[in-house]
């Protein structure tokens, strides 16, 4: 069964700065999806980026991006230029490819963002 | 596009009550999903349904739990009866039936069972 770890259950940064959360999974496939969502006070669970594994090319958006290392089994997601409305619970989460869409999320980092 | 729908936001009831959580998936998307979220566990997958149709519901806690989808517009997640340990806000996500294409969260059911 895949596992996905979150090692860092709280993170701040300062406003304008740059922060990085981390993530690891575990698993034994080949073919598979990597998402961060973001989860405000507001509860509703946002797809922050998605990372195909095929693709060895990091994905971005906007100020988001991440740092795939497939055989390290690693995913971090950066955060450029952070804003207050960056302040929320971030998720990693792991599907596999051939899977009708199961996730599996690690245990979420709180990202505090200080003016 | 509205997003996936749930009511109600939030839901107090009292031990041993019935509780149904209902969800609107987006227009087109054929797949949809029922979620748990606590603190001590986190985010867990409780069913699974594609085309109206229940394909894993390996992750309901047990018997107490019955979740059905009676149309591609319309789904119920019901609890009977209900207990403390059911407090947790629920969400019901939809997606595509594209197999590269995300998750779509609705804003979730903040369970209270007193």
């Known amino acids: 069964a895949q596992t996905v770890t979150q090692s860092q259950p709280e993170m701040s940064v300062q406003e304008a700065e740059t922060v990085t959360l981390s993530c690891t999974y575990d698993t034994s496939e080949s073919d598979y999806y990597l998402f961060w969502y973001k989860q405000p006070p507001s509860r509703q669970m946002i797809l922050v980026i998605r990372?195909?594994?095929?693709?060895?090319q990091n994905a971005t958006e906007n100020r988001f991006s991440v740092n795939f290392q497939k055989a390290a089994k690693s995913f971090s997601l950066k955060i450029s230029d952070s804003q207050l409305g960056d302040a929320a619970m971030y998720f990693c989460?792991?599907?596999?490819?051939?899977?009708?869409?199961?996730?599996?999320f690690g245990q979420g980092t709180i990202l505090t963002v200080h003016p | 596009d509205a997003g996936v729908i749930q009511s109600p936001r939030h839901e107090v009831t009292e031990m041993g009550q019935e509780v149904t959580l209902r969800c609107k998936p987006i227009s087109g998307h054929n797949s949809l999903f029922w979620y748990r979220q606590t603190m001590m566990r986190g985010l867990e997958l409780l069913i699974y349904f594609n085309n109206n149709v229940p394909i894993d519901d390996s992750g309901m806690p047990e018997d107490r739990f019955s979740a059905k989808m009676p149309n591609a517009s319309f789904s119920t997640l019901k609890i009977q009866p209900s207990e403390p340990r059911d407090s947790a806000v629920y969400f019901c996500?939809?997606?595509?039936?594209?197999?590269?294409?995300?998750?779509?969260f609705g804003n979730g059911t903040r369970l209270t069972v007193t």
């Open positions: 996500a939809s997606r595509p039936g594209s197999y590269n294409s995300p998750l779509h």
């Open positions: 989460a792991y599907r596999s490819a051939g899977s009708y869409g199961k996730l599996t």
């Open positions: 990372q195909e594994a095929y693709k060895q």
